[in-house]
C-alpha cells in the first residue's frame, strides 16, 4: 500500500506558476499509477492528470493540457504537478491518489484510485 501527502499550494494570481508535489511512502511505488484530481467547492472532484507506472507516460485532462506537467522522481518517491498560466478557475483543493491496482494503468476515473492524501488548496485571484 502506498501513502501519499501533498504540499505546494498555495495563493497566486492568475498567469502565475506553483509546483504541487506529491510524496510516496510504502512499498512498490513506481509500480502505481499516480493521478492528481481537484474539487472546488460544490463542484465534484475532476481528474487533471496522471502519470502511469512501472514506466507509463503522462496523461492528462483536455483543461489543462498545455499549461500543465506531472512528473515522477523515482528518486525521490515524488510527483510533481508544474503548474503554468494558472487561471482563476484552476482554484481547488489538488488531491494526488494512487491507482488501487499495479501496472501503466491509465484512468482518469476517480473510484480507481485509492491512498489519497490530505489535499493541498491552490487559489488563484484574477
Known amino acids: 500500500q502506498v501513502q501519499l501527502v501533498e504540499s505546494g499550494g498555495g495563493l497566486v494570481q492568475a498567469g502565475d506558476s506553483l509546483r504541487l508535489s506529491c510524496a510516496a511512502s510504502g512499498r512498490a511505488f513506481t509500480a502505481y499509477t499516480i493521478g492528481w484530481f481537484r474539487q472546488a467547492p460544490g463542484k465534484e472532484r475532476d481528474f487533471v492528470a496522471g502519470?502511469?507506472?512501472?514506466?507509463?507516460?503522462?496523461y492528462y485532462a483536455d483543461s489543462v493540457k498545455g499549461r500543465f506537467t506531472i512528473s515522477r522522481d523515482n528518486a525521490k518517491n515524488t510527483v510533481n504537478l508544474q503548474m503554468n498560466s494558472l487561471k482563476p478557475e484552476d482554484t481547488a483543493v489538488y488531491y494526488c491518489?494512487?491507482?488501487?491496482?499495479?501496472?501503466?494503468?491509465?484512468?482518469?476515473?476517480?473510484?480507481?484510485?485509492?491512498?489519497w492524501g490530505q489535499g493541498t488548496q491552490v487559489t488563484v485571484s484574477s
Open positions: 502519470i502511469r507506472g512501472s514506466g507509463g507516460g503522462p
Open positions: 491518489a494512487a491507482h488501487i491496482l499495479t501496472g501503466a494503468r491509465r484512468s482518469n476515473y476517480a473510484p480507481d484510485f485509492g491512498s
